[in-house]
């Protein structure tokens, strides 16, 4: 079956770290560029990382050199590591895959989301 599934997330203290794990189907991972992006309350949702096929990553501004996506090949994965994490992190993360390059500003959605993984920040 072609998927997406997360995990990893939960809440921590501003300052502290997460580590999020996407698993996809070896189709997907072997025929689409993979990234992650978060909904935050209030906001649209916006691209967190889009990992292209050279394994180079582009991140969204708000990321500010915090957080480090990384690929593992042999499980299809894609991790997203968040460090220094802000209260303003808060939000339900997803990892998504399409067409490459994966477009972060939202004008070409993703073929592919997972469920999404909450990430709670507190003061």
């Known amino acids: 079956q072609d998927q997406l599934v997360e995990s990893g997330g939960g809440s921590v203290q501003s300052g502290g770290s997460l580590e999020l794990s996407c698993s996809a189907s070896?189709?997907?991972?072997?025929?689409?560029?993979m990234g992650w992006f978060r909904q935050v309350p209030g906001e649209e949702r916006k691209g967190v990382v889009a990992v292209d096929t050279d394994g180079s990553a582009e991140y969204g501004d708000f990321v500010r050199g915090r957080f480090t996506a990384s690929e593992d090949k042999v499980r299809n994965t894609l991790t997203l590591r968040l460090t220094n994490l802000k209260p303003e992190d808060t939000g339900t993360y997803y990892c998504a895959a399409g067409s490459c390059p994966l477009d972060l500003s939202g004008d070409w959605p993703p073929k592919f989301w997972g469920q999404g993984t909450q990430v709670t920040v507190s003061p």
């Open positions: 070896r189709y997907i991972y072997r025929s689409y560029c």
